[in-house]
C-alpha cells in the first residue's frame, strides 16, 4: 500500500441496506477525513477525525457514521442506505494542522 | 459560516495564460489550497498559500491576499492536459478540515 487506499472502487446498493466504505492510509496521518462530492455542490465534508480515538460531525453528517479505532483505518458505514446518499466519496489524510489533504482514490456508490 | 467563491467554467486556449478567482469568507484563516481534480480521480494537491504574496511553482502561480479574501491560481503556457477541474479550499484555524468551494471546469481549447 501506498498513500491512501479506498475499498470498494465502485458499488451498487439496495435501499436499505447496511453498507462500510473502507479507507486505509500508510503515512501515519494524524486526520482523516470523509468527503461526498456531487455535481454542482463540490466537496462536501462528513466526518472527520484529527487523531485516533476521536471524530467530528462535517457538513453532511446524516446517515453516515466513523470510528477511529487507530491511526491508519477510517471506515464510513451508511446505517440504511437511501437514494439521495448516490455520490462519489472520497477519503483524505493531512499530516498535522495546516498542512494540506492527500486524497484516496474514491469510491463511486450508487443507491437504487 | 464559511463561504467559498470560484467560478464555475472557464475556457483557455492552449498556449494562453487563465487566471482563476476564489474569494472566501471564513471566521478564521490558516491557509489556502488550490487543488486540480481530472475528471474520474481524485483531487490532487497543486499550492498552498497562507501569506499575502505570490507562490510560484513551474507554470503554476497562486496569489493571496488575506485582507480582501481573495486568491488566484493562474496557469501559464496553458496545455491541452491542464483541462480539469480546480479546487479552492481553505482552513479556517489550525487542526479543522478543509473547506471546498464548488471548483472551476477549465476547459482548454485548440
Known amino acids: 500500500i501506498a498513500g491512501i487506499t479506498q475499498a470498494p472502487t465502485s458499488q451498487i446498493l439496495a435501499a436499505g441496506r447496511r453498507m462500510t466504505l473502507r479507507c486505509t492510509q500508510d503515512m501515519r496521518h494524524n486526520a482523516m477525513y470523509w468527503y461526498r462530492q456531487d455535481l454542482g455542490l463540490g466537496l462536501r465534508l462528513i466526518h472527520y477525525?484529527?487523531?485516533?480515538?476521536?471524530?467530528g460531525k462535517g457538513e453532511v453528517p446524516d446517515g453516515y457514521s466513523v470510528s477511529r479505532a487507530n491511526t491508519d483505518d477510517f471506515p464510513l458505514t451508511l446505517a440504511s442506505a437511501v437514494p439521495s446518499q448516490t455520490s462519489v466519496y472520497f477519503c483524505?489524510?493531512?499530516?498535522?494542522?495546516?498542512?494540506?489533504?492527500?486524497f484516496g482514490q474514491g469510491t463511486r456508490l450508487t443507491v437504487v | 459560516g464559511q463561504n467559498i467563491d470560484q467560478p464555475t467554467e472557464m475556457t483557455a486556449t492552449e498556449g494562453a495564460i487563465v487566471q482563476i478567482n476564489c474569494t472566501y469568507q471564513?471566521?478564521?484563516?490558516?491557509?489556502l489550497f488550490w487543488y486540480q481534480q481530472h475528471a474520474g480521480e481524485a483531487p490532487t494537491f497543486l499550492s498552498y498559500n497562507v501569506l499575502d504574496g505570490l507562490e510560484e511553482k513551474g507554470r503554476f502561480s497562486s496569489f493571496l491576499s488575506r485582507s480582501k479574501g481573495y486568491s488566484y491560481l493562474l496557469l501559464k503556457e496553458l496545455q491541452m492536459k491542464d483541462s480539469a477541474s480546480y479546487l479552492c479550499?481553505?482552513?479556517?484555524?489550525?487542526?479543522?478540515?478543509?473547506?471546498f468551494g464548488k471548483g472551476t471546469r477549465l476547459s482548454v481549447i485548440a
Open positions: 483524505a489524510s493531512s499530516d498535522y494542522g495546516g498542512s494540506e489533504a492527500f
Open positions: 479550499a481553505v482552513r479556517d484555524s489550525g487542526n479543522t478540515p478543509l473547506v
Open positions: 471564513t471566521s478564521g484563516f490558516n491557509g
Open positions: 477525525s484529527n487523531t485516533a480515538g476521536t471524530t
